[in-house]
């Protein structure tokens, strides 16, 4: 089983900057790709950014120019680097990995999520 844990969410002001972490841990043979999530209430939960092995990224129309993934494959870890941030951002924020466990299994594993709250 591989488990994913996000810290570094909270309150910030609009305008101001957060920096997401998402720690993957288990039976890890190989990541293929990381994303971010997040879902405000009452919504539909939307992607935010991806980041494949390679590299490569993709970003939501809404926070391109803003937001920046990044991954430490020594680490299994995942970063979002949220810069001016503004009210319609406020979410949970979810990370999301799948790829391959020791063994052959594939796996596809979700966070338990972390409130990013932006003021007015």
């Known amino acids: 089983q591989v488990q994913l844990v996000e810290s570094g969410g909270g309150l910030v002001q609009s305008g101001g900057s957060l920096r997401l972490s998402c720690a993957a841990s288990?039976?890890?043979?190989?990541?293929?790709?990381m994303g971010w999530y997040r879902q405000a209430p009452g919504e539909r939960r939307e992607l935010v950014a991806h980041i494949a092995t390679d590299g490569s990224t993709n970003y939501a129309d809404s926070v391109k120019g803003r937001f920046t993934i990044s991954r430490d494959n020594a680490k299994n870890a995942g970063y979002l680097q949220m810069n001016s941030l503004k009210p319609e951002d406020t979410a949970v924020y979810y990370c999301?990995?799948?790829?391959?466990?020791?063994?052959?299994?594939?796996?596809?594993?979700w966070g338990q999520g972390t409130q990013v709250t932006v003021s007015s």
């Open positions: 288990g039976s890890i043979f190989s990541i293929n790709t």
């Open positions: 999301k990995a799948y790829g391959l466990e020791y063994g052959g299994t594939d796996f596809s594993s």
